[in-house]
């Protein structure tokens, strides 16, 4: 499995390891994101959206901080935006990230079969 590797320090989402990513990915793509303890407490989500579609698609992110990329933002080459929100359940506090951006390359077409 390929890993997006990030930190996110307070409000700022850096990115630390950056693989190339060919489009078409389905369920082979992570994101994994170390906190700093101003995270402690929040519970939190990878927020994905790309130049193409502005439809933004959440990833609850697990204790290590990982989830799967969505196969929606993988479709099509071009930019993906990733960005980090968490709330707090104890005060309601809402947090969020800077986003990063990340570029996906063009890669296999998507094989669709007629019918003859």
Request: proline letters at 7%.
């Amino acid at each position: 499995m390929t890993t997006i590797y990030a930190r996110a320090q307070d409000q700022v989402l850096t990115a630390t390891i950056l693989p190339k990513l060919a489009c078409n990915n389905r369920k082979s793509v992570k994101l994994h994101v170390d906190f700093d303890s101003v995270w402690d407490g929040y519970a939190k989500s990878a927020l994905f959206y790309t130049d193409k579609d502005p439809t933004v698609y959440p990833e609850v992110l697990s204790s290590s901080g990982e989830c799967t990329i969505p196969h929606e933002v993988l479709a099509e080459a071009g930019r993906l935006f990733i960005t980090i929100q968490g709330i707090n359940s104890t005060t309601g506090q809402l947090k969020s990230t800077t986003p990063i951006s990340y570029k996906i390359l063009p890669g296999t077409p998507s094989l669709m079969v007629s019918d003859p």
